[in-house]
């Protein structure tokens, strides 16, 4: 049986199943990936755009794009230096 570690998180299936997938291109779900990977509980976390891009094998233009596609399509909150990904909307 799988023994799931400490440090763990998950994606919630509405990213798909109500297509918030559609709105960001691959650059900006790689951004969310590693958001929601080191978030805390209340969906913070911290990355400059530098740390970000080399993470992402981004440039720090396309993580300020992935940036602006999150945001446009409600799935974090960005007020410099902090991340916060929201809740989704819609029943599970």
């Given at each position: 049986?799988?023994?799931?570690?400490?440090?763990?998180?998950?994606?919630?299936?509405?990213?798909?199943?109500?297509?918030?997938?559609?709105?960001?291109?691959?650059?900006?779900?790689?951004?969310?990936?590693?958001?929601?990977?080191?978030?805390?509980?209340?969906?913070?976390s911290y990355y400059?755009?530098?740390?970000?891009?080399?993470?992402?094998?981004?440039?720090?233009?396309?993580?300020?794009?992935?940036?602006?596609?999150?945001?446009?399509?409600?799935?974090?909150?960005?007020?410099?230096?902090?991340?916060?990904?929201l809740s989704?909307?819609?029943?599970?």
């Amino acid at each position: 049986m799988r023994k799931v570690p400490e440090q763990f998180s998950w994606v919630d299936q509405r990213l798909v199943r109500q297509e918030y997938i559609r709105r960001c291109d691959a650059r900006g779900l790689a951004l969310y990936l590693l958001l929601l990977t080191f978030s805390d509980a209340q969906g913070l976390s911290y990355y400059s755009d530098e740390r970000a891009a080399a993470l992402l094998s981004l440039s720090a233009t396309d993580v300020r794009e992935a940036r602006r596609q999150l945001i446009e399509a409600d799935l974090i909150a960005y007020e410099r230096p902090l991340y916060q990904a929201l809740s989704l909307g819609g029943a599970s």
